[in-house]
């Protein structure tokens, strides 16, 4: 990267600061006690934070995004990336036809879903629970699309050596495959992650209880049910919007590069 | 780390830890309720006096959101068995949940209770069902005209002026906001559904024949008064496009001193006065063509679901919370109307009548208040209004037009319903 | 040798949940379509295609479509274009392009609800930050959300500022790909900046174009989480895009035919783009390489 001239990055980061700027005077409200704020005062404080995790627990709805977010994440980049193996290196009879199936549900928008699955996990008692959050998301044909193809462009003289040493095919998938195909898995994972930890609709319906919200039903809930005595205590709100952005604003910064090789993989299809 | 952070996460890890392990009471009842703020106080005082009574039974009181939101969160409920075991069910609206039974019939409960005896008579009725009892009554309403005396007063009103018919309101409103609207101060605050409601009952019509259930949504008389609501916003701008959107802001803005003349459920008493003092004053409804008000507010049913043990325990904190000992609590705590006889001649009763001026308003219109009906439509329509209303009071649509097809659509609902 | 079953293992367990949740529920869809049910009741009667002679026949259902397709059309093509123009400044490897490309990107990946609350904050008629910077240059204060006719294009905004940092990377990617012989060339026929952006730049990058296009207009017709937060699809139905709809029959009016229908014809409507992309896609890749 060349570093250029000291003005144009200057202006640079103030274009940026302006572009972020109604993100940013949020986080700075949030630090902000709300009889002081409306009387156009200033007066810092944490107390809208340990409002919306005492009184509003935020630390809970944190704690069930990382559950669900985390674990919709392993498990679905792990089915993904069997399938995306087998798809790679197998002729099989009804392969074609089962890759197109994965790959149909590209096409496919997941509202058309969002009754029957409802009734789906109704049937079998698991909404109001981690499962009925996360199993429907599990599936993720755009990842073992991916995978695939990342998959197609390793050697397949590496898996034959594997074979000669007498491994059996998971041995091959987990010892030769993965540690190669590492960073696609990785920035797909980051990208499965980020899209779940995001979710909204599902959760919406999904649960009913206070208990498994996430921080996007949460925020949503607390933001609508305006708390305070008159209208909407927006220092408040600012500080769980800030808990809601804060873990992928943090993962963000660290792991920049993943994340956008990720999404331009994605769309390079 | 300030000492109320220090808490805050204490308290957030203990709940992570411990929520399996809190203290088993014999029997907990699940109950959903609609009431925050102000009101969710009162409630809890009723229920920490229930438990206290009853070391047996924990009332596990979630607060879901508005009527609507109790109405909508329990249907979807309902295939995945995740109902609670009481819920607050708004009068005009368990129809539909009596009809299919989701709700049990309580009629065997109260006919062995005393309770039966010390109801209002107009309170009772509102849990009958088909000759049923589904819910017994726990907060009872009439809709009221609430003012700032203080904006009045600097509008030029130095005497009250009448406020009788829609012209009288329309009139004032357009004062105050002549006068004082360039502080962000507006005539009227748009009306809430349950207000619309009752000033069509004051056009001399309704929503639903209360004999008949037949729909009058496109009935001349109610047409005139949508058309009056709407009128409000749009035409005359006397009222913000803020309240139609998201009928709490209308209420909170009168509260925060915003707006001159409120129609509101009495249920909002207690906090209007918290809110404005002295400067607070209420009065009956108008009566553009009759004195008519809608009796609103809510019962408390159990769910048929519920085990039986279950039942007799949420039916027990059912017909305390009607007691007159909680009904007096509850009426000088939040400004509904006493449901239970008795309730006048507690403490907390006859202190709230005689220092919080108004409070009686609702309940000295009784004379000219009209229960409503409740075929299972009700709850489809009242869910519906709100996006008929917007584009009426927003100027979008033709409020005639927009009431045949809305009364055109209810009338197919109805009969989809009970199909 | 590995066994013949071997790679149905592999692929068993991901159409396992695929079978389950994407295509069973498409079935159970089209069925629930010609029914009538609200949940509530035992029995679901077949009533024919009347969910959907109700659907076509009523106002709310137009107006949605009419919505959505403003929305759809509207926003991508001025996303697409400022993304362009964007990337092209930004392509270079230096440190200033680098702090704004992370800047652009950021909002992508901040969770939406977030975003839509906090611009209901920042379009909110008395505390917000959009009125305070009309007051401060001497403009009347404007209801944004509550008026009808601006509701639609705050949140074309909103939708703008969250997917502008997605599609200049994608198209930053696309402009890394066009070699620097292409550029050199033009500009030693004597072309301006301009004519470079307009004869080279913009007809090489028509395949990221393409694909932008047809995903972001795929991605438009099933917004629903800023409509959700920020609006409910008022005011008077002025943002109520069609997933919208869908959640409201479906989750608040229980009309559960009507909802499956709904969930139908926009599942039409989306095969019918996903299909159009492929065409087209397929053929324009086809001929620029």
Not at chain 2, 98 to 119: F, H, I, M
Not at chain 2, 308 to 323: L, T
Not at chain 3, 235 to 259: E, H, Q, S, W
């Amino acid at each position: 990267m060349k570093p250029d001239n000291p003005l144009v990055t200057g202006l640079a980061l103030v274009a940026g600061l302006i572009f972020l700027s109604p993100a940013l005077y949020s986080i700075w409200m949030s630090f902000q006690a709300a009889d002081a704020f409306y009387a156009g005062k200033l007066k810092f404080t944490l107390d809208n934070y340990a409002l919306a995790i005492g009184q509003y627990h935020f630390a809970r709805y944190l704690l069930n995004s990382i559950i669900v977010s985390g674990l919709v994440t392993v498990i679905g980049i792990t089915l993904s990336t069997m399938a995306a193996y087998a798809f790679a290196r197998y002729e099989f009879p009804g392969g074609n036809f089962l890759f197109g199936a994965v790959i149909a549900t590209l096409m496919i928008p997941s509202h058309i879903s969002l009754i029957p699955n409802y009734l789906t996990l109704a049937k079998v008692d698991l909404l109001d629970t981690y499962a009925g959050l996360i199993l429907p998301a599990i599936s993720n044909g755009f990842a073992a699309f991916f995978l695939r193809q990342y998959i197609r462009g390793i050697p397949r003289a590496l898996d034959e050596a594997a074979y000669m040493d007498g491994a059996r095919p998971w041995q091959v998938l987990w010892r030769v495959i993965v540690p190669i195909a590492k960073p696609a898995i990785l920035s797909m994972g980051l990208y499965v992650f980020i899209t779940e930890w995001n979710n909204y609709i599902w959760p919406l319906v999904a649960v009913g209880k206070e208990d498994l919200y996430t921080l996007q039903i949460g925020l949503a809930r607390l933001y609508r049910l305006n708390p305070g005595e008159g209208g909407i205590d927006w220092p408040l709100v600012m500080a769980a919007s800030t808990i809601t952005i804060l873990p992928v604003l943090i993962g963000f910064v660290l792991i920049e590069r993943h994340l956008v090789r990720g999404i331009t993989m994605g769309a390079v299809k | 780390m300030t000492p109320k952070l220090r808490t805050a996460l204490a308290l957030s890890l203990s709940t992570l830890c411990a929520t399996t392990a809190s203290a088993q009471a014999e029997v907990t009842v699940q109950f959903w309720h609609s009431f925050s703020k102000g009101n969710e106080k009162a409630l809890e005082q009723i229920i920490t006096n229930f438990e206290a009574a009853n070391p047996d039974i924990k009332i596990d009181a979630d607060f879901i959101g508005n009527y609507n939101d109790i109405v909508t969160k329990l249907q979807a409920a309902i295939p995945a068995n995740r109902a609670p075991d009481a819920v607050i069910m708004e009068v005009t609206r368990y129809g539909l949940f009596a009809d299919r039974g989701v709700l049990a019939d309580l009629t065997g409960y109260l006919d062995a209770d005393p309770l039966k005896e010390q109801l209002f008579d107009f309170a009772r009725k509102v849990g009958v069902y088909n000759g049923k009892n589904y819910i017994i009554p726990f907060n009872s309403s009439t809709p009221v005209l609430y003012y700032n005396k203080d904006i009045l007063t600097r509008a030029g009103f130095t005497e009250e002026p009448a406020l009788k018919t829609y012209d009288d309101v329309l009139k004032v409103a357009r004062q105050i906001t002549e006068k004082l609207g360039s502080e962000g101060i507006s005539g009227v605050a748009a009306p809430g559904q349950f207000a619309r409601w009752g000033l069509v009952m004051d056009n001399d019509s309704n929503l639903i024949d209360p004999d008949s259930n037949e729909v009058l949504l496109d009935a001349p008389n109610t047409i005139e008064a949508y058309q009056w609501m709407a009128s409000l916003v749009h035409e005359h701008k006397v009222a913000s496009p803020d309240g139609v959107t998201e009928e709490d802001n209308g209420r909170d803005a009168f509260w925060a001193g915003k707006v001159g003349i409120m129609f509101n459920s009495t249920g909002n008493y207690t906090q209007s006065r918290k809110a404005l003092g002295d400067k607070l004053a209420v009065r009956p409804m108008p009566c553009n063509k009759v004195c008519s008000v809608p009796i609103g507010g809510a019962g408390i049913g159990i769910l048929s679901s519920a085990k039986q043990e279950v039942k007799d325990a949420a039916y027990k904190f059912i017909s305390f919370a009607a007691s007159a000992e909680s009904n007096a609590i509850w009426f000088a705590g939040t400004g509904y109307m006493p449901i239970n006889k008795g309730a006048a001649r507690q403490p907390a009763a006859a202190e709230a009548l005689k220092t919080q001026p108004g409070i009686d308003v609702a309940i000295e219109q009784l004379e000219f208040a009209h229960g409503r009906p409740r075929p299972p439509v009700v709850t489809w329509m009242r869910s519906s209004e709100y996006d008929q209303w917007q584009a009426m009071a927003l100027g979008q649509r033709d409020v005639a037009e927009t009431l045949k097809a809305f009364a055109t659509s209810t009338r197919n609902e109805s009969q989809r319903l009970s199909n | 040798m590995p066994r013949k079953f071997t790679p149905y293992l592999f692929v068993l367990p991901l159409i396992a949940f695929i079978v389950v949740f994407t295509y069973i529920p498409i079935l159970t869809s089209l069925n629930l379509s010609v029914r009538e049910w609200d949940f509530l009741s035992p029995d679901k009667p077949f009533v024919g295609f009347e969910n959907y002679r109700l659907l076509l026949d009523s106002h709310e259902f137009w107006n949605s479509l009419r919505v959505t397709a403003i929305f759809a059309f509207v926003s991508v093509p001025i996303r697409l274009v400022l993304a362009l123009l964007i990337a092209s400044f930004l392509v270079r490897e230096t440190l200033s392009a680098r702090i704004l490309r992370g800047a652009l990107f950021l909002p992508f990946v901040t969770s939406t609800v977030s975003i839509a609350v906090i611009f209901s904050w920042v379009f909110s008629t008395d505390y917000g930050m959009a009125n305070a910077l009309l007051r401060a240059i001497g403009g009347e204060k404007v209801p944004w959300l509550q008026d009808p006719a601006i509701a639609l294009w705050v949140l074309i905004l909103v939708n703008t500022w969250k997917q502008l940092g997605y599609d200049v990377i994608i198209y930053i990617a696309g402009l890394q790909a066009i070699s620097n012989e292409l550029y050199d060339a033009a500009a030693v026929d004597g072309g301006g900046r301009l004519h470079v952006f307009r004869r080279v730049t913009v007809p090489l990058v028509m395949p990221t174009t393409y694909f932008l296009l047809v995903i972001s207009v795929i991605e438009a017709f099933q917004i629903f989480t800023i409509v959700n937060v920020m609006t409910h699809g008022g005011p008077a139905g002025a943002t109520d895009m069609l997933v919208n709809m869908l959640y409201r029959t479906g989750f608040t009016l229980f009309d559960i035919g009507k909802g499956s229908a709904l969930a139908v014809l926009l599942f039409a409507i989306l095969i019918t783009l996903a299909w159009i992309k492929a065409r087209v896609i397929g053929r324009k890749v086809h001929y620029e390489a």
